[in-house]
């Protein structure tokens, strides 16, 4: 056998080898086939014979995807709670998606929290409708003090972008990330919205009692929040407070993308 056998040359058709055999049209990823195949090169530069990537035009080089265009588009196929709403663009989706797995926690039912404070429109400029001035603001609906412990203002996040104010959704939550072989406290969607609306109440039992419309306790507080009174006892617990949060939740189902 003779080296000339072995010597590479350059063809004009794209899918004969070395040799001069014949690529099938269907040769599997990466160009394989019975040869040395032309592929694509950074850009500005000439193909080259034995290059490693696939043609453009080959059947593995038409589904290539290079480093520029995935850093165009987030690489994620998870469906999630709320994900098919024009308003839910898929970087917010995906920085969602991020903070849950950081934290550790059921990137659903962080969806069906947002989903609820802000009225189905992930907007960070939302404010309570009851008190659309002095009231809270957000994703989360942080408060004056909510937003003071994590080092900003009210006004500051209403003047936010999605993304930029996820990041404070990341913050508010990075306390309750659970160490490894830890199990995590917000294991419940009942806990994980109570680290939201009455972080005291986090492990507690469904039957704690958050607002109590009793002279020794704040009225104000339980005339805010009456409307989670279901069974009109007088009292808000945790149970009555999350349910509204796991209706979402389900109605967020009927929106996955």
Do not use: C
Request: charge should be neutral; proline fraction near 7%.
């Amino acid at each position: 056998m003779s080296n000339d056998e072995f010597k590479p040359f350059r063809s004009s058709n794209f899918w004969i080898g070395f040799r001069g055999t014949i690529a099938h049209p269907d040769s599997p990823v990466g160009g394989g086939g019975p040869g040395y195949f032309r592929s694509a090169q950074p850009i500005g530069l000439d193909r080259d014979a034995f290059s490693s990537l696939p043609d453009p035009h080959s059947p593995a080089g038409r589904n290539l995807a290079l480093p520029s265009q995935l850093a165009m588009k987030p690489a994620t196929t998870r469906s999630i709670a709320w994900g098919a709403l024009p308003v839910v663009t898929a970087e917010f989706k995906q920085r969602v998606i991020e903070i849950a797995d950081e934290i550790g926690i059921n990137v659903d039912w962080l969806m069906a929290i947002m989903a609820f404070e802000t009225g189905r429109t992930f907007s960070p400029s939302t404010r309570n409708t009851r008190t659309p001035r002095s009231g809270p603001v957000g994703l989360l609906q942080f408060t004056a003090t909510g937003a003071r412990s994590l080092g900003t203002t009210k006004e500051v996040l209403a003047g936010m972008t999605q993304l930029e104010q996820l990041e404070y959704v990341r913050k508010w939550f990075l306390p309750y990330k659970s160490k490894p072989g830890q199990t995590s406290r917000l294991s419940q969607l009942e806990h994980l919205y109570a680290a939201v609306h009455f972080p005291i109440a986090v492990g507690k039992p469904l039957d704690f009692v958050l607002y109590l419309d009793d002279p020794a306790a704040d009225r104000d507080l339980y005339d805010l929040n009456r409307g989670f009174d279901t069974n009109k006892d007088r009292k808000v617990t945790l149970g009555e407070a999350a349910a509204a949060v796991l209706k979402s939740l389900a109605e967020g189902y009927v929106h996955a993308g």
